[in-house]
């Protein structure tokens, strides 16, 4: 039998928070050891390789602030990337940092508990490996654990089945085949018009329809990358500064923009229709009231309505594309092409409002009103985001206490998304309470796993051995969180995003990202930080 491992740490996962923790820590003089599930590092971006797969934020914006080097030497090649892209960024950084030393690859984390007399966790591996460690970091990620859309006669189907979120690394030739795609979200959007081109006949089976616009993605010009690099510390402090960690969204700039004034409400139907004509896409978000009134919500998504339509040849199948629940409840997306994947002849779309999917069975899925042939299912069905992962590790911190009872019992509670109490020494990065999944991811990794290294830096030259959220503290960081939400549109009815935890049978209705924004939050995390920790007790 293989002895066990000591390490000062253990982080779990090699993704955008886990290679950093690994440099940050060892950096500072810790033993450090990355466990990864996966066969690669990258996490997200290691998973979610399907067709079309990109990200959002745009690159320059989407990477590591932390070295000078790495910055100055990646070369992206798109305003936003593709996942290969970013995929090979991230391991190029692995390389660079000579990372992969300390990173264990193909090692499932299946269960960790705390030694409350040796104040030290063991972590044990699906391998059958164990590992003691004084503290450890959950670099888990926010959208990791894949849910299982509870189709009866899944299991059935006698096609191939694709995941988007786990993709196989081959790829897939979608040629000569009768596609089905389940889930329009982020990821549906993305791959459909791409799996459009391929494939013989697409159908599209969505449930709820997605606010989405055009990327407006394009390759960076000549010079542009170069004249970012030149001046790179003065956009990193800029997204610093910015309430979601980042100075554009897509290919559209926040510099200079001020908040609209005109309200929807107010203004009559054929100038909100000019104003479609003038801004485009930007033109249903364009008001001061369709984010605070549920009514002027509404009259913003009839605006959406009237761009799909301008798109959407077919009038009950652009009907259809019109989302039917509040606009700013889930993030909105960015497609490229789309809308117009409609218009042609082999895509045909299912609307699972008017007629829902009964069961898939051997060659297809059966709606209430007719059967669907397919030959190749995807589902791009999302997952169970924020807490999932770390549910499905057998957590036992002091007395017993599971961390899935916790969060099962009391909602996913944290103190300021970095710890629970009643699990000393083990950290979130981007846990549930802290902005995370609302703002530029990698800005959002970089303070946590900076504040983390620093808290560890400060125990180890303070004869400290844990620090351990306490419970009022926690409680008045959730309580606090949860106010901010309260009555805004992100928690009003109708809305059932994954940030809720509302695509979760059974999960329970709770906002999890912190929607104070990124300066707030990083201000009350240093003043916990100047005040010796408040809200922790250390030992
Ligand atoms: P999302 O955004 O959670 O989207 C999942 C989609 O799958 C959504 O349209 C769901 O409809 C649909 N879905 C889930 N289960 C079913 C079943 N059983 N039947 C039909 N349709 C279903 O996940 P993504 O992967 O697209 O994106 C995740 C994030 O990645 C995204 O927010 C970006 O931040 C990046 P529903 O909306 O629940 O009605």
Same mark, same amino acid.
């Given at each position: ?21 690994? %440099? ?33 934020v745009q690159s320059i914006e989407y990477s590591y602030s932390f070295s000078k080097e790495i910055q100055q030497e990646w070369e992206w090649t798109e305003l936003m990337s593709a996942q290969p892209e970013i995929e090979a960024y991230l391991n190029f950084v692995a390389d660079r940092l000579d990372l992969r030393r300390d990173i264990q690859l193909s090692t499932l984390v299946t269960a960790m508990s705390y030694d409350e007399d040796g104040h030290r966790w063991t972590i044990e591996t699906e391998g059958g490996e164990t590992f003691v460690a004084r503290f450890v970091v959950a670099a888990t990620g926010c959208l990791s654990e894949p849910l299982e859309p509870g189709l009866r006669g899944l299991e059935t189907f006698a096609g191939t089945c694709l995941f988007t979120n786990r993709f196989p690394k081959e790829g897939f030739d979608f040629r000569g085949h009768r596609v089905g795609v389940i889930g329009t979200g982020s990821s549906g959007v993305q791959c459909i018009p791409i799996i459009a081109e391929?494939?013989? %006949? ?37 997204? /610093? ?20 004034? /005109? ?38 998504? &009839? ?12 009038? &009950?199948?652009?009907?259809? @594309? ?49 059967? %669907? ?24 911190? /002091? ?38 999944? @609302? ?22 030259? %303070? ?6 959220? &306490? ?12 106010? @901010? ?14 940030? @809720? ?39």
């Open positions: 039998m293989e002895a066990v491992r000591n390490y000062d740490v253990v982080v779990i996962g090699a993704g955008f928070s886990g290679l950093y923790a690994v %440099h940050s820590l060892r950096e500072t003089g810790f033993s450090v050891i990355a466990l990864e599930k996966a066969d690669g590092v990258g996490g997200t971006w290691f998973w979610n390789r399907y067709p079309g797969a990109r990200c959002d391929q494939a013989d %006949h697409l159908t599209v089976f969505q449930r709820s329809a997605a606010y989405s616009r055009p990327a407006d993605n394009r390759p960076l010009r000549p010079g542009e990358l170069d004249a970012v690099k030149a001046n790179y510390e003065e956009l990193r402090v800029k997204q /610093r500064g910015a309430y979601a960690g980042l100075v554009s969204f897509g290919a559209v700039s926040f510099e200079g923009m001020e908040p609209p004034e /005109r309200r929807i409400l107010e203004t009559p139907i054929d100038e909100r229709l000019a104003l479609v004509d003038q801004l485009g896409w930007s033109a249903p978000g364009a008001w001061a009231d369709v984010m605070f009134d549920l009514e002027a919500n509404q009259a913003g998504t &009839e605006l959406y309505g009237e761009l799909i339509r301008r798109v959407v040849d077919d009038p &009950e199948v652009a009907e259809s @594309l019109v989302p039917h629940y509040p606009m700013g409840c889930k993030r909105q997306i960015l497609d490229t092409g789309y809308f117009e994947t409609f218009n042609r002849d082999h895509v045909t779309l299912v609307d699972l409002r008017k007629d829902p999917i009964e069961e898939i069975t051997a060659t297809g899925v059966t709606t209430r009103d007719r059967h %669907h042939d397919v030959d190749v299912l995807v589902l791009a069905t999302g997952f169970d985001a924020m807490t999932g992962t770390l549910n499905r590790i057998e957590i036992t911190g /002091r007395n017993g206490r599971m961390l899935r009872d916790v969060w099962n019992s009391e909602g996913p509670v944290s103190y300021l998304g970095l710890q629970v109490a009643g699990f000393p020494n083990l950290f979130t990065v981007t846990g549930p309470g802290s902005p995370s999944v @609302l703002t530029n991811m990698v800005v959002s990794i970089e303070q946590h796993v900076e504040w983390i290294t620093d808290c560890l830096r400060y125990l180890r030259d %303070h004869d400290h051995r844990t620090i351990e959220a &306490e419970p009022d503290a926690q409680e008045e960081w959730v309580d606090h969180a949860a106010s @901010l939400v309260q009555g805004t549109i992100r928690n009003s009815e109708g809305c059932n995003s994954w940030y @809720l935890g509302a695509n979760v049978p059974g999960k329970r209705r709770i906002h999890m990202p912190y929607i104070g924004g990124l300066p707030a939050y990083r201000r009350k995390c240093d003043e916990v930080v100047a005040a010796g920790y408040s809200g922790f007790s250390l030992s």
